[in-house]
């Protein structure tokens, strides 16, 4: 059933079709509508799940760490300052292997005061274990909430769903609702191997000695080495089920780009735009969008550019004294794999600030101009 | 492609009016893409809602600065701001509005049409007289006037969107569709 709804609403249908059992959530702009929808769901019965209201973020996150404990399959959703509330009980879900599914609305971090979009609250998040995956329409959005059930489920690694604050959260898009019953078929009850119950008492995350702890966290690690396979795979049966394939990278015109433009989130899409017209005035570009961003797609990206004689990494993001963290994660995947091919950073859109297709005319023709970049980054639309 | 701004006050239902307008065209298999301006709503402060149409699947997800066609949804608005700005030359201004399009000083660069959407409804007894919710008539007018879709996907969506009074708004849209000219005839 196709309808127009919002990407927080996107996140609500997710969750709901994803048969979540519990929700513990706190409303935060502009992710209010994800839990509005979802308690309305809860009372009128149409969703069979808890819904706990909570405090605080930090107690939603705990609210979900128990439930999933229990054997529940878990969801929740914030933003910005929420998830930064959180962090502590993100170490908590992804260490005690809780797959617990969390939509993320970009958000900026205050102070100044925003609540318009960057990506700075997610990616300070990316080394708490999570998978995050970086969504650029409504539909993927509602598309990616049930295969992240999947993954996570199977890996028991927790994951977040992310959309770009105002551009998706509460923009009206067509969304082709998938039936019920197909959605059960794809994913199946979530049963987990050791779970909390009354009858069978156990204790989780008690002390672990340096004999212990160490072999935790390479076994978190070589899971998630496994997701991106896992990613692909259930990408495919999704799309045998419902026709849209769901993948670690989109790309658009790559095969023969001599310039790829490497994008994430909604941007992602208006990159698109560019690339048409930039090929209509013969200029050979391309935009890989990259979805999955923990864990990092590397083998397909170094694929992906093989050919390419430039490329060129968007960030609406910075970590501060370094570099926009996409362009920083795509050097290291190619380093010792290109050959010396250029990589250009650009920064743009911090705080939502309008990313245009000319956004990416304007980095093209940087890059054109010159061998290699001469700034360690190349800031797009400062006004000083 | 087609994109249009509207243009309205904060309580007089401008984002639901670019909502139904979306969903009307969705029932026709078409494509949409339809937001407010992102900002902290105030009653009575002026609102903007934008909506892209397309056949194909919309991918630019920038805002809209160069609208082919303008909605007002309030005509006091003329006074306080440019409801011109970035429209398309040739592009339409679908305004709210007793006055005739040539007692409204707008450059001949754009196309001028007049609903009298306050008097329709009014007459449908939605919103107060002090107050009127005009913007199912608006709507009405607007997906006539640019031949956006036909009338009973227009009375579906209407009945669907509105809050209250499904049947009134419904005849407010029907109103106002059967008095409008389609431009494009």
Redesign the interface.
């Known amino acids: 059933m196709?309808?127009?709804i919002m990407g927080n609403h996107a996140l609500s249908y997710g969750a709901k079709l994803g048969r979540a059992q519990v929700i513990a959530a706190y409303p935060i702009t502009p992710q209010t509508q994800v839990v509005e929808l979802l308690s309305e769901m809860c009372a009128d019965k149409s969703l069979d799940a808890m819904f706990i209201k909570v405090e605080s973020e930090h107690s939603a996150m705990a609210a979900c760490l128990g439930a999933s404990l229990a054997g529940a399959r878990t969801f929740t959703a914030t933003s910005a300052q929420g998830l930064a509330l959180m962090h502590e009980l993100l170490h908590w879900a992804s260490g005690g292997r809780l797959p617990v599914v969390m939509g993320n609305i970009n958000r900026a971090m205050a102070p100044g005061w925003s609540?318009?979009s960057d990506q700075n609250d997610s990616l300070s998040q990316r080394d708490t274990g999570w998978m995050q995956f970086y969504c650029?329409s409504n539909q993927e959005v509602l598309d990616t909430v049930i295969q992240a059930f999947k993954v996570s489920e199977k890996l028991l690694i927790p994951s977040m769903v992310i959309l770009?604050?105002?551009?998706?959260s509460?923009?009206?898009?067509?969304v082709d609702i998938p039936d019920q019953k197909k959605v059960d078929e794809y994913l199946p009850p979530f049963n987990p191997s050791i779970k909390l119950t009354p009858e069978e008492p156990h204790a989780f995350g008690g002390l672990t000695s340096p004999e212990h702890y160490f072999e935790l966290r390479y076994k978190l690690q070589k899971e998630m080495e496994k997701a991106p396979a896992l990613i692909e795979k259930t990408g495919k049966e999704y799309e045998k089920m419902f026709g849209r394939y769901l993948g670690l990278v989109e790309k658009h015109r790559c095969d023969d780009a001599d310039l790829i433009l490497i994008t994430s989130g909604?941007?992602g899409?208006?990159a698109?735009?560019a690339v048409d017209e930039l090929r209509k005035e013969g200029i050979k570009a391309g935009n890989l969008r990259i979805k999955v961003f923990r864990p990092f797609p590397f083998e397909i990206i170094r694929n992906a550019v093989k050919g390419a004689k430039k490329i060129a990494v968007v960030d609406r993001n910075i970590s501060y004294g370094h570099h926009g963290m996409f362009f920083e994660e795509v050097k290291s995947a190619l380093y010792g794999y290109s050959d010396g091919l250029p990589v250009f950073g650009f920064i743009t859109g911090l705080g939502?600030r309008?990313?245009?297709?000319s956004t990416f005319k304007e980095i093209t023709q940087y890059t054109l101009e010159r061998d290699k970049p001469k700034e360690e980054i190349i800031w797009i639309g400062v006004k000083l | 492609m087609i994109e249009i701004r509207f243009h309205g006050r904060g309580g007089q239902g401008t984002v639901v009016a670019?909502?139904i307008l979306?969903?009307t065209i969705?029932k026709e298999g078409n494509?949409?893409?339809?937001?407010?301006e992102?900002g902290v709503e105030r009653r009575g402060a002026p609102v903007y809602a934008f909506i892209r149409i397309d056949d194909k699947p919309?991918?630019?997800?920038?805002?809209i600065?160069k609208p082919d066609h303008v909605v007002v949804v309030d005509p006091s608005l003329i006074e306080a701001i440019d409801v011109t700005e970035g429209l398309k030359e040739g592009g339409c201004i679908i305004i709210n509005s007793e006055k005739k399009p040539e007692d409204l000083k707008f450059s001949n660069k754009f196309k001028v049409i007049t609903v009298n959407a306050t008097e329709i409804s009014v007459k449908h007894k939605l919103g107060t007289l002090a107050a009127p919710i005009v913007n199912t008539a608006i709507v009405g007018a607007v997906v006539k006037i640019l031949n956006l879709a036909k009338i009973g996907s227009l009375l579906e969506a209407v009945r669907e969107g509105v809050p209250t009074k499904p049947e009134d708004n419904a005849a407010a849209a029907r109103e106002a569709y059967e008095s409008s000219e389609n431009i494009n005839k």
């Open positions: 196709k309808k127009v609540i318009w650029s770009d604050a105002f551009t998706l509460h923009t009206y898009e067509v909604a941007m899409s208006t698109r735009i939502g309008d990313i245009t297709p | 670019s909502k979306a969903d969705a494509y949409v893409q339809a937001y407010p992102f919309i991918y630019d997800k920038s805002k600065y």
